[in-house]
């Protein structure tokens, strides 16, 4: 059984950083990952993807530039840095494994998921 477990959020400042880890146990995922966010009454959104190689990395347009995505596979975990954090950053973070083909960027298509770290961006 596949366990993706999200750590590294918090409360942080507008303008700060935070980097994530998603740390996946029970199997190696040979595939694309991704993070996902959800602020609170909003659908969740895509924030980045990684192929298994790292040679191809996507990012929504509102990271693009401020959030890193990489991963380690010998370590079996996928980060997410994230620079000159705004309010509207603030969300629950998932990560997502599993991916099934097809667009990287759509939540359907992952079929493995953590239960996610809060990140909190204050003014």
């Known amino acids: 059984q596949a366990q993706l477990v999200e750590s590294g959020g918090g409360l942080v400042q507008a303008g700060g950083s935070l980097r994530l880890s998603c740390e996946v146990s029970g199997r190696t995922f040979s595939g694309g990952m991704a993070w996902f966010r959800q602020a609170p009454g909003k659908e969740r959104e895509f924030v980045a993807a990684i192929s298994w190689s790292g040679g191809l990395r996507i990012y929504a347009e509102s990271v693009k530039d401020r959030f890193t995505i990489s991963r380690d596979n010998a370590q079996n975990t996928m980060y997410l840095e994230m620079n000159s954090l705004q309010l509207e950053d603030t969300g629950a973070y998932f990560c997502?494994?599993?991916?099934?083909?097809?667009?990287?960027?759509?939540?359907?298509?992952?079929?493995?998921w953590g239960q996610g770290t809060q990140v909190t961006v204050s003014s």
């Open positions: 997502a494994a599993g991916h099934r083909g097809g667009s990287h960027s759509a939540p359907l298509q992952y079929a493995n």
